[in-house]
Each structure stands twice: as C-alpha cells, then as structure tokens.
C-alpha cells in the first residue's frame, strides 16, 4: 500500500526565517504534487513535478523532487505571514489516476 | 466563475437520512475524481470518472456510497443511510484530457456533518 509521510505535521515559526517541509513516499513514482489549504478553503495546487531532479520555484516557495530516494522537499525563504496554511504533498496512487495525500503541515508563520 | 463547482457548501443532516451533493467540473475536463477528507488528515480518494465512466472504486466506497456522470458532465455522490463517521468535507477535482493525473483542480468542497 503506498504510504506517503510529510514532516513535520506542524510547525511554527517566524517571518523571515527559511525552513523545509519533507515529503517521503514509499513507492516509486515520477510525478509529485503540491497542494496549499487555508482553512475551510479547498486545495489550490502549488507545483506538480514530473522528474527525478525537477526543481520548480515560485515567489518564496521552491519544490524539488528525487524520485530514488522518493523524496520531496518544499522550501520556503524569508517566510512571510501569508504563507500560513496547511501543506499537502501527493503521489499517484501506484500508476493509477487519482492520488494519495500526506496527512499535511500546518505551517504557522508569525511575524 | 469557470473553477470547479460543488453543491451544496455544508450539509447537516440526522442519521439514517440520505443526502446527495453535486460537482459541475471545469467545462472542457474529462476527468472527475470524488475525494474524502477529515479534520486533521488528508484528502482520501474515492472514486474516478473518464466522461461517463466509473473506473475506479476506492474500498473507502462501501455499498451506501454511490457517485454518477450520467452525462460525462457534472456528477454527484449520494450517501444513504448516512452514519456520524461520514462527517467529513467531500472534495470533487477535475483534469482536463491528457496523460493520467494531470493536474487536478479542486472545488470548495461539501462539508458534511451527520449528527
């Protein structure tokens, strides 16, 4: 059964610093997805990577992806207030369509 | 608004009713899926459309649950005999055609709360 953990599940911390929200997954798979939730809101997708060493950026946010170590990590620079929300990483569910969700980090920026 | 569209927003209903929700998917995308998410956890698959074709079930579908696209367009996902565990927020996403699981786009989702 394809598992797929984030960590950490929460984390607080504060405006300006950097910081990196790890995805592993436990079976192969070539595409990745990130998702952004603010709360009572749906899932708005951030990056959805395709390769082994695809790297996207997008303002704060940076996501890269190695498939053999089914790992993919979301950095954030110079956090800022608006960056809180919960992020969710998936993976195709075993060359299937549909996905499998990380349980999420509730990221917390406080100025 | 030319996002996913789902209805209605929040259902409260006692037990043992049936409810139905509604999902008007993006206009020119073929594919639907039907997810489930619970507080604190992430979103669960439940089931996938290709136009008007079921074809894929999650076990998380038991035999209360059933979801139609009579017409490949909009769908909807009834639960009988609704029981408290159903409580959760019901996610319907969308692809456009093009190689499996590209990218999906989400509805605000129905919240539903069975008391």
């Known amino acids: 059964e394809l598992k797929v953990e984030q960590n950490p599940l929460f984390l607080s911390m504060q405006e300006g610093k950097n910081y990196t929200i790890y995805c592993n997954y436990s079976?192969?798979?070539?595409?990745l997805y990130w998702y952004r939730q603010d709360p009572g809101k749906s899932l708005e997708s951030l990056f959805v990577l395709l390769s082994n060493g695809a790297v996207k950026q997008e303002g704060r946010l940076m996501a890269s992806l190695d498939t053999k170590a089914r790992l993919s990590t979301l950095h954030i620079t110079a956090a800022v207030h608006d960056l809180s929300a919960t992020y969710f990483c998936a993976v195709e569910r075993g060359g299937a369509d549909g996905l499998t969700f990380g349980k999420g980090t509730h990221l917390i920026i406080q100025p | 608004d030319t996002g996913v569209s789902q209805d209605p927003r929040h259902k409260i209903t006692k037990r043992g009713q049936n409810v139905t929700f509604r999902c008007d998917p993006i206009s020119e995308h073929n594919r639907l899926y039907w997810y489930r998410q619970t507080l604190g956890q992430g979103p669960e698959f439940l089931t996938y459309f290709q136009n008007e074709a079921q074809l894929e079930k999650s076990r998380l579908l038991s035999d209360r649950f059933s979801a139609e696209r009579p017409k490949g367009s909009f769908s909807t996902l009834e639960i009988q005999r609704t029981e408290q565990g159903d409580s959760a927020m019901y996610l319907c996403a969308s692809s456009p055609p093009g190689p499996r699981n590209t990218e999906a786009f989400f509805g605000q989702g129905t919240r539903l709360t069975v008391v």
């Open positions: 079976t192969t798979s070539d595409r």
